[in-house]
């Protein structure tokens, strides 16, 4: 193997251990024919012939899978699941093998995305994750939707929102011109019935009646959406319920009728998470039809002259859950090991940035949205100083990124990674250190050797800490 540095290393490692181990990138290992064919990537470089005159600013279409877990792709090295579309699209711009979620569930995370702040800076984003109709996203919040409204987008929210619920919270009320989706943190793919027990389908705020498949009809509404004549540069958010629980795919509307019944009878949250269905099969199909959906998108993008000045960023809300393939990593969904928030992350923009790269630079969902307000040419409310750190000059002009903490809180779990090192403390109030460039998996504990490098990443997570508003008593 040629000598690369440790991070790089790691990175490979983390997203493809097998074909990065034997040389070859985890891009080229994916099963796609296009894959094979195409040149191996290399490491992330910005592009160095001059930047086009200012035009119109990039439209921006931003899809979230739900429970994704961090090598559900097999771009990312999954062995059993295909994703050619999701694959082409990493093939086309930059595949991230250090991206992670802004928390371990769905609603903060979402919370970090939509405000690029920690979610403890929101008494909403303090509900891991929200499960009622008193917590939510302050109206009054500046969002990515409305600072980039303010500065002249459309936007569009499809999907799943998980920030509160009517009538105090909804996308429309926080910036997003638009809202079709449901509002709770999971529902039946069929009936539409959600975590509140209640029918759970808006268009705007009002019901809206389609009991096909929920993500055939939030396919449709998005082509739909990308295929209009736009007068102006757009930002939408298109967020999958897919793969999240209960595990049903489009041939399973007879065990999906079973489960709406459960909720009916009362046993709302007991059926939805479907604990005696599912399998890694149905799992993989579920996967391989979020894969065609997202295809399906791309190709209206592209059908409307849209694509070549369109910023697509493509990542999951946190780490994976029963049937996820995780290798390397420990531990998943709602938790702070690796598994829990690593995810995977590809961003496609032809006009300025290359195909065919990876890039091994940890980056996180506020970053994101830092990142997405300065490209749309939007400024962040000074009231409301962001978390996130814009990735804009890495990615356009090749400057390095500042040194810098990512910090992570989730009750009875706390973590910061500085560099390669992770600080991480365990549900039982052990604390942990990690080198994660030599140790993706996070089993060998550098605790007890580097006592001051941990104490010293101890201090830095509880100033943090300190900034933020405390957790409601138990």
Same mark, same amino acid.
């Given at each position: 193997m040629p000598e690369m540095s440790r991070r790089v290393f790691g990175g490979l490692v983390g997203g493809g251990a097998v074909?990065?181990?034997?040389? +070859?990138?985890?891009?080229?290992?994916?099963?796609? @024919?296009?894959?094979?064919?195409?040149?191996?990537?290399?490491?992330?470089?910005?592009?160095?012939?001059?930047?086009?005159?200012?035009?119109?600013? =990039?439209?921006?279409?931003?899809?979230?899978?739900?429970?994704?877990?961090?090598?559900?792709?097999? @771009?990312?090295?999954? =062995?059993?699941?295909?994703?050619?579309?999701l694959d082409r699209l990493a093939a086309q711009g930059?595949?991230?093998?250090?991206?992670?979620?802004?928390?371990?569930?769905c609603s903060p995370t979402r919370f970090s995305l939509y405000t690029g702040r920690y979610p403890g800076r929101t008494e909403g984003g303090l509900a891991e994750p929200i499960g009622d109709r008193s917590q939510g996203l302050d109206p009054n919040h500046p969002t990515l939707a409305s600072l980039l409204r303010q500065a002249g987008y459309a936007t569009a929210l499809i999907g799943k929102w998980h920030c509160g619920w009517l009538p105090d919270h909804s996308p429309t009320k926080s910036g997003w011109d638009e809202f079709f989706g449901n509002f709770g943190g999971a529902l039946e793919y069929f009936s539409k019935l959600g975590q509140l027990g209640d029918?759970?389908?808006?268009?705007?705020?009002?019901?809206?009646?389609?009991?096909?498949?929920? +993500?055939?009809v939030l396919t449709e509404r998005a082509v739909e959406y990308v295929g209009r004549e736009h007068r102006r540069p757009w930002l939408l958010n298109l967020n999958f319920t897919t793969p999240h629980? *209960?595990?049903?795919?489009?041939?399973?509307?007879? @065990?999906?009728?079973?489960?709406?019944?459960?909720?009916?009878?009362?046993?709302?949250l007991g059926a939805l998470l479907h604990n005696d269905g599912g399998s890694v099969e149905k799992y993989r199909e579920m996967v391989e039809n979020l894969d065609a959906s997202v295809g399906r998108v791309l190709a209206a993008?592209?059908?409307?002259?849209?694509?070549?000045?369109?910023? !697509? !960023?493509?990542? @999951?809300?946190?780490?994976?859950?029963?049937?996820?393939?995780?290798? *390397?990593?420990?531990?998943?969904?709602?938790?702070?090991?690796?598994?829990?928030?690593?995810?995977?992350?590809?961003?496609?923009?032809?006009a300025r940035v290359d195909g065919r790269q990876v890039s091994h630079e940890p980056v996180y969902s506020p970053d994101w949205t830092a990142t997405l307000l300065e490209l749309g040419g939007a400024r962040p409310d000074p009231a409301y100083p962001l978390d996130g750190h814009?990735?804009?000059d890495y990615l356009l002009h090749g400057r390095e990124l500042p040194e810098r903490d990512l910090f992570w809180r989730v009750r009875g779990n706390r973590a910061l990674r500085r560099g390669d090192w992770k600080y991480y403390r365990d549900a039982q109030g052990r604390d942990h250190l990690y080198d994660l460039a030599a140790d993706a998996r996070e089993q060998a504990d550098r605790a007890q050797d580097r006592p001051e490098l941990l104490a010293e990443l101890r201090a830095a997570w509880e100033r943090t800490d300190h900034e933020l508003l405390p957790y409601p008593a138990a």
């Open positions: 074909s990065a181990v034997a040389g +070859t990138s985890a891009a080229e290992a994916a099963t796609s @024919s296009t894959a094979a064919s195409e040149p191996a990537e290399r490491p992330f470089a910005a592009r160095t012939r001059p930047a086009p005159r200012p035009g119109r600013r =990039p439209n921006i279409l931003f899809i979230l899978g739900d429970d994704l877990g961090w090598a559900d792709l097999s @771009s990312y090295g999954a =062995p059993h699941i295909r994703t050619p579309h930059v595949r991230f093998t250090q991206a992670y979620s802004g928390s371990a569930t029918y759970d389908l808006y268009e705007g705020d009002a019901t809206y009646q389609d009991l096909r498949y929920y +993500t055939t629980w *209960p595990w049903l795919t489009e041939d399973d509307e007879e @065990s999906g009728a079973a489960i709406a019944a459960e909720v009916r009878d009362g046993n709302v993008l592209r059908r409307s002259g849209q694509e070549e000045n369109t910023v !697509v !960023v493509f990542a @999951s809300d946190n780490g994976g859950e029963r049937f996820s393939y995780q290798w *390397p990593l420990s531990g998943g969904k709602s938790q702070l090991l690796e598994g829990g928030i690593r995810v995977p992350t590809v961003l496609r923009w032809p814009s990735l804009a």
